[in-house]
């Protein structure tokens, strides 16, 4: 029997063996060599070819956010996916537009901004959601509406949508950031409903009552699966409580570590066939760059077979203010710039958030429903006593709580009790406001707004420290999926 040859690097593959798109710049080659192996042996076991898969790669809307894009950040380690969720509901159906309150006509800009970071062992997915009305500033640019060369201007982050579709989004992102995204994703309202659906539902808890008279959400205490319509109701509700936008991305956050839940324990990934039909079906309405193909989507499920909830971790960006005034945008959110910079520092160096910063927690406060981080609350002095509203409102933000920092004289300087006033549709932050301020009443006035009003009686003594029930982690308030999911 003749020798056998040496075996030489550059020997051609097999035939049935598919041919591979170059290696991108920036991600680990031990990577593409796994996920190729990986899936060539399930898909083959599935009794399935690669190119059925690949096909998937028909099914998506391709844009380009990253055309033309000079002076990005540095690249780090993992991989960032920007996920943005878009007010588009062309395809939902007349019934579906009553039903779930979707009518209106859409403004065309990003309702949800998240950031998903992957991490290079992939191992460990970082969300961290940005406020949709930060106040931001854009790069120069054109409007893809009207043609017209803008200069860098202020603007709130959600509208860069509008004015230059993924590409300004994404640029406005990492200058903010700093943080180079690898990946755009676009969800709208049908294809986020469709992902709900063709996982059976998605099952989430609540220990209130959760209502918004404009979505239609009515949930009950306790837990429920939502399907599609009721799932895009709780992820889109702002007026259950004062907390609003920031209440909704918590909520967000939830959802989505409950969908991770879902997908990785209903067999979903480990069945190819299954992870075929369930991708095919999610895809086929969702936006994203040329890059994202059948490689990276094959990358994430064998990444995601491997996660449970406790490997998602969830923050919002650092809020420094809210409520900041900026002529012709009204009012928006200013992030806390060092903590927001410590925080994507994190992201880029792949470091767990919850680790960042992380100290022990205060148990002396007294724990109530809503974060007094979420509750934002006008200041009135009810008596003679000069500086009194100026000791409370200190005293309350020192606490946590979103004071105005401008407290007025109330109308009637007479008040012997110190009284909450609030919006009925803000109970269960009047109550934590309240629980702050011991012997307090409650007063409920319909129509008052999203912001509480305190009106310091002659019975003030102190501002009781309350800190919220939920389990939050570290300077930057992280939590994991563990601790948000259903008990």
Known sequence: MPPTPSRSPRRPRPPRRPSRRPVRRGRPRWAMRATTTLSVVLLAAAGI???????????????????????????????????????????????????????GTPCHCTDTIMIVHISDDRERASVVSIPRDSYAETPPHTDQVTGKEHSGHPIKINSAYAEGGPQLTVR?????????????????FTS?????????????????PLKDTYTGLDLAPGAHTLKG??????????HTDASSDLGRMKRQQRFLAALVDRATSSGVLLNPLKFRDVTRAVLGSVRADRGFGTDELLD??????????????????PIGRLGYFVKGLGSTLKWDQEKAQRLFRALRDDEPLAAAGARPRDDRAT????????????????????????????????TGFRTTRQPVSAAAPSTRRTVVVYDPRWDRSAKSLATALPGSELR?????????????????????????AQVEQGEFGVVRGDEVGCP
């Not at 986020?192 to 209130?208: N, P, Q, S, W, Y």
């Open 192 to 208: 986020f409903m469709k992902t709900v659906d063709v996982l059976d539902g998605v099952r989430i808890c609540t220990a209130e």
């Open 229 to 238: 319509g009721q799932a895009l109701q709780y992820v889109r509700s702002r």
């Open 367 to 398: 724990r109530v429903d809503v974060a007094p981080q979420q509750i934002r609350v006008q200041v009135e002095n009810g008596t003679r006593t000069a500086g009194l509203g100026k000791r409370v409102d200190a005293a309350l933000a020192a």
């Open 49 to 103: 070819g690669h190119s059925v898969v690949a096909g998937l790669d028909a099914g998506i809307t391709r844009v380009d956010p990253f055309k033309d894009m000079k002076n990005r950040p540095r690249a780090g380690h993992g991989m960032n996916v920007l996920l943005v969720g878009t007010d588009g509901r062309d395809d939902i159906t007349e019934t579906e537009r009553r039903r779930y309150r979707l009518g």
């Open 444 to 468: 409920a006035v319909k129509g008052l707004g999203a912001t509480l009003k305190v009106i310091a009686g002659t019975d003030f003594h102190e501002v009781r420290k309350v800190r919220a």
């Open 300 to 317: 994430l499920g064998r990444a995601m077979r491997t996660f449970s909830p406790s490997s998602s971790e969830f923050t919002t960006v």
């Open 172 to 188: 406005t992102v990492e200058n903010m950031t700093h943080v180079k995204i690898d990946h755009y994703l676009e969800v709208d």
